[in-house]
């Protein structure tokens, strides 16, 4: 099983190698090559999360290691998806190595399967974890977009440009997409905590962290509603605001213990 793990991140890495070299050359056979090493990669992924989750008798995403696989997973669900809606290719050069980043992140994590504490063993579950996977994806996929946008401006491209213009919406409507998943996640999550714990809310760190991000994104979505805001500051705005979501997906577990701790093991 770790071998089809270890598989899919080393194809994951290959595949983003791939399609940076066909960005940087233009070669339209690279990156389909380099599409077709992806999947593969995922074929590997998905095989691995389903032995997964069959030996451990539930849902593979009751601990850190596995949340951040399925994160990873769903990256690579969601960058198919607008790559076959849009079939623009930065769709694939933000997700390759935004997948190979947070799986390597997994692969640093205890993979032994344990047995889920009391509190993890509700219908709230597959709901509140599977949101957040999503959610997660989401907002990387938009920072991805964000560097990427930047990085053609760099380059001398116009933010008229019709690529650019289409690049910079999408963000935006990923982050729309990802900030509903996290509403969802954060109302899932309260009401589950009232179930396990008698509390809708404790101000848990990881509960803090949340609402931080989702606050953080609320206002990314004001300034481009209300103040019509476009282009390169939403792109700094999308990467600072993926910094919030890497914080409360890692850094709360590492530093700041809680409710939430048993995440970690």
Not at 39 to 57: D, K, N, P
Request: glycine share 6%; net charge positive; with cysteine.
């Amino acid at each position: 099983m770790d071998i089809c793990f270890f598989a899919a991140l080393i194809i994951y890495f290959l595949a983003s190698v791939i399609q940076f070299v066909a960005s940087a050359m233009k070669k339209d056979g690279l990156h389909k090559i380099a599409r077709v090493v992806f999947l593969a990669g995922f074929v590997l992924h998905t095989a691995y999360t389903v032995w997964r989750g069959i030996v451990a008798g539930r849902l593979p995403l009751a601990n850190q290691f596995e949340f951040a696989s399925g994160f990873a997973w769903a990256i690579v669900v969601l960058g198919f998806i607008m790559y076959s809606r849009l079939k623009q290719e930065w769709v694939m050069t933000a997700a390759m190595p935004m997948t190979f980043l947070i799986l390597s992140y997994a692969a640093f994590q205890p993979m032994q399967i344990k047995d889920i504490m009391p509190a993890l063993r509700s219908t709230w579950f597959a709901l509140h974890i599977g949101s957040a996977a999503f959610s997660y994806a989401s907002f990387a996929i938009s920072a991805g977009l964000g560097v990427g946008y930047l990085v053609q401006l760099k380059k001398g491209k116009s933010a008229d440009d019709p690529r650019m213009k289409q690049m910079d919406y999408l963000g935006y409507r990923v982050i729309c997409l990802g900030f509903l998943l996290l509403t969802v996640v954060i109302f899932s999550g309260a009401i589950w905590a009232e179930q396990a714990w008698s509390s809708w809310w404790s101000w848990d760190p990881k509960e803090t962290w949340a609402l931080i991000t989702w606050i953080f994104y609320a206002i990314y979505l004001h300034q481009r509603l209300r103040l019509k805001w476009q282009g390169k500051r939403m792109a700094w705005l999308a990467i600072i605001a993926f910094i919030l979501v890497i914080f409360t997906f890692a850094g709360v577990n590492l530093l700041l213990p809680g409710l939430h701790s048993y995440a970690t093991t």
